[in-house]
Each structure stands twice: as structure tokens, then as C-alpha cells.
């Protein structure tokens, strides 16, 4: 086996594991195509693997490639390390990755980051909004350090832990004669539409869980994509929604939508997700232990 396996070899198979395709991943890399080729083949040949399938123009990650990738990823983490070891002035150095789902990415991560910013004068994070199955994966892919969403993933790659907890609530549009009604019992929600977020978002996976058990007839009458989409529609009548009291807030101060106060507990868990073998460096650590001990004001 040989041991001159270059840094620069295993940034290049990090990066094509991501773009799947040679064209994009020197694009990401400002190499040539040539460039990104050669590494490739060079450090195939030194592994004595081949590290990806060629499907079409596309390259797929193999078992080989898979068992290659966190050790890649954590030489290259550790690499940045030893840059940072001699800046005497102990900042901390690097890029953050950070995915998290609609609710958090919206209405807390940018209270969190502002706070981490003060805290520790660190200021590059990048910050990937999307629903929590998108974001999951990415992370599974070595594409974020780390994410913040809203459901429990039972990933066995994946390590959670809860850092923030969140309430729902359900609401309808101001002229819906389920807003004049009290008490409300969750009987009154029989043969309801229902505007939901789509599959693989928290908020969906939370109306399914909790709510939906317990009415004997109801319709999903749309699906949408944003929060303020969907709370644009249970304003405009088309349905009662379920969604995170933070997103809902100011269209109920607005008077756009009621909350109905149903009996239900609709208390649900923030969680921080970080892949098991992923390396963490310093920066990574120190905004894991801040997760988990902020709080938003």
C-alpha cells in the first residue's frame, strides 16, 4: 500500500462525492477537469480501489468510497487544525456548516448565530434552510458539520440530542366558525381540511403523530413547501393548519389567523444532529456545547 496519499487527492474525492460529477466538482474546486481526473486516478492507484461507480456521466460513492469518506473528511478537518495551532491568538478558525429545518432555520438560528457571532467573534457559518429528510441526508453526505431540526431522526449514522424545545399550535382563518367556539374539544375538528407542509418537514410529521390520530375524518386539502405559504392559505380559508407557534405568531398578533386552544399537548423537541463519525474539530465542538446551553431570549 502506498503512504504518499496527498491532502490535495483526498479534497478532490471529498469534493466529487458531493457534486457527483467531475465537471462540477472542479467547477467547486477551480481546478481543471484534467486536474480533478488525475487526482483521482492517482489516488485509486495508490488505494488499489476504485472509489466510485461510474453511472452515466454521474459518480456514485461505493463501498469502498464510503469506508474511505470520514477518514478523508477528518484528515482534511485535522489539516485546517494545524494552520490554527500557530495563530497564537486562540480564535477559532474555519468554515461551520450548518443545515437546519424551515422552523428553526427561521424563527431561531438566526438568534443563535448572532449570539454565537458575539460570544466568539467567529463569522464564517453558512446556514442550509430546507425540510429536516433533506438535511439529514446532506449531513449523512459529509455536506453539513452539523443540523438542527425539529423531528427525532432514528438514523443509525446520525447521533441527536435534544438542545431546545418548541410548542405548536393550530389555526384556522379569523372568519372560520370554529374561532368563535369555546371550549373546543378535538371533536369539533371532525371532517376538517387541513393545509400541511410537505413530506419530510417537522411540522407534517408532528400533525401526523398528534393530531391526525385523534379525528376520524379529515382531508388534506394542500400541501405546501413554506411556512408563509401555508399560513398565507389558512388566512385565505382553504383549511386549518398545524405549524410552530414562533412561524405562526405574527400572523396571529396580525389578526390574520385565531389559534384554536385545543386539549392536546403540543409541546415538540428541537434536536442537534451530528454524524458518529464525524471529526470534530474545535470550532465544531464549541458550537455544540453553545447549542446546548443557549436559549433564545
Not at 407557534?245 to 389559534?259: C, F, H, N, Q
Request: contains cysteine.
Amino acid at each position: 500500500m502506498a503512504t504518499n496519499i496527498s491532502l490535495k487527492q483526498l479534497k478532490v474525492f471529498i469534493t466529487i462525492t458531493q457534486h457527483e460529477t467531475l465537471t462540477s466538482a472542479s467547477e467547486a474546486l477551480f481546478l481543471s477537469k484534467a486536474a480533478v481526473s488525475m487526482a483521482l486516478s492517482e489516488l485509486e492507484k495508490q488505494i488499489g480501489h476504485s472509489l466510485f461507480d461510474r453511472v452515466n456521466n454521474r459518480l456514485i460513492l461505493n463501498q469502498e468510497g464510503q469506508k474511505l469518506l470520514p477518514l478523508a473528511d477528518e484528515l482534511i478537518e485535522r489539516a485546517q487544525d494545524i494552520e490554527q495551532l500557530f495563530d497564537n491568538d486562540q480564535t477559532l478558525t474555519g468554515e461551520l456548516k450548518i443545515g437546519a429545518s424551515d422552523t428553526i432555520g427561521n424563527q431561531v438560528a438566526p438568534y443563535l448565530l448572532r449570539d454565537f457571532r458575539a460570544e466568539t467573534q467567529h463569522t464564517s457559518q453558512s446556514l442550509l434552510i430546507s425540510n429536516s429528510a433533506l438535511i439529514c441526508e446532506k449531513l449523512i453526505d459529509y455536506e453539513l458539520d452539523l443540523a438542527l431540526i425539529e423531528g427525532k431522526t432514528l438514523h443509525p449514522q446520525l447521533i441527536s440530542t435534544q438542545f431546545s424545545e418548541d410548542e405548536m399550535c393550530i389555526v384556522c382563518t379569523p372568519n372560520d366558525p370554529l374561532a368563535s367556539k369555546l371550549p373546543l374539544t378535538i371533536g369539533a375538528l371532525e371532517s376538517s381540511d387541513w393545509i400541511l407542509r410537505e413530506p419530510g418537514s417537522g411540522s407534517r410529521e408532528f400533525f401526523l403523530r398528534t393530531v391526525a390520530p385523534r379525528i376520524e375524518h379529515w382531508q388534506e386539502s394542500f400541501q405546501l413547501n413554506t411556512t408563509e405559504a401555508l399560513i398565507n392559505s389558512v388566512s385565505a380559508g382553504l383549511g386549518l393548519g398545524c405549524l410552530s407557534k414562533l412561524a405562526a405568531e405574527p400572523a396571529i398578533k396580525d389578526g390574520r389567523v385565531v389559534e384554536l386552544k385545543l386539549p392536546l399537548d403540543m409541546k415538540r423537541r428541537f434536536w442537534l444532529l451530528v454524524h458518529k463519525e464525524k471529526y470534530q474539530s474545535p470550532l465544531l465542538k464549541t458550537f455544540i456545547e453553545y447549542c446546548h446551553q443557549w436559549r433564545k431570549d
